[in-house]
């Protein structure tokens, strides 16, 4: 088993006002060359943006782009002609492919917008464009791991173009359970949204980061009531 652990406060860390943002990985002005990627996982943002402020139009290609709003509502505009706004508890998947122009939003101008925002190498280059955004009851993740990213199509989560799963996790305080890797060769990556956990032996506070491969298996136990968030990627 192979591990590497970043706490939340060695994240990369910028401050532009209107954004203020974690970055678990190089991203931008942040660069740490062991800290490129984790298998196909290549960025993991923490943002948070003030009210009516945003990201403006700017272009992506051949890039999995995942937006997980905690807390606060994202709008979203792109040049396929989606607009849309996503929320706490929704998930939204954009497959970059040949190329996209999107913006992202503050909805509200009273207060803040925190969301993940997360980038994936893709398993097949160049496809259509596409964007997908589904809402997951809180309920299905209480002491349970809820799927919400899937490379299968007829699963309950959105589709990625890659072989990589994502789960929600809310964990009362000593609950323990187990995920067990979905692909061989696979690695889990997780992000400690809120509580105390601990991974295989691993203690991990809140906005850590613990990856996990070479295992076949985690153990999990909740050390309070907690968030968690497991993404299963390719190592290569």
């Not at 995942?66 to 396929?80: A, C, N, R, T, V």
């Amino acid at each position: 088993m192979n591990t590497v652990l970043h706490k939340a406060t060695t994240r990369g860390h910028a401050n532009h006002g209107w954004l203020d943002t974690n970055h678990t990985f190089s991203f931008a002005h942040y660069y740490d060359p062991t800290r490129m990627h984790f298998g196909v996982l290549r960025v993991l943002n923490d943002d948070f943006v003030d009210g009516g402020k945003g990201f403006g139009t700017h272009p992506h290609d051949n890039m999995e782009i995942i937006s997980i709003p905690l807390h606060g509502d994202l709008e979203h505009k792109d040049s396929m002609g989606n607009t849309a706004v996503i929320k706490q508890n929704d998930v939204q998947i954009m497959s970059a492919g040949t190329g996209i122009y999107h913006s992202e939003y503050n909805k509200n101008k009273d207060q803040k917008v925190n969301f993940l925002q997360i980038w994936v190498f893709p398993k097949e280059k160049n496809i259509q464009p596409r964007y997908e955004q589904k809402t997951f009851k809180p309920e299905d993740r209480v002491n349970k791991l809820q799927e919400v990213v899937s490379p299968l199509k007829t699963s309950e989560g959105v589709w990625i173009n890659q072989d990589a799963w994502f789960h929600l996790g809310n964990l009362k305080k000593d609950f323990q359970t187990e995920y067990t890797i979905k692909q061989k060769n696979n690695g889990v990556y997780i992000f400690v949204v809120e509580g105390d956990v601990t991974i295989n032996g691993q203690v991990l506070n809140k906005r850590d980061g613990f990856g996990i491969w070479n295992t076949d298996k985690l153990s999990i136990t909740a050390n309070s009531d907690a968030e968690v968030l497991l993404m299963e990627v390719p190592m290569n």
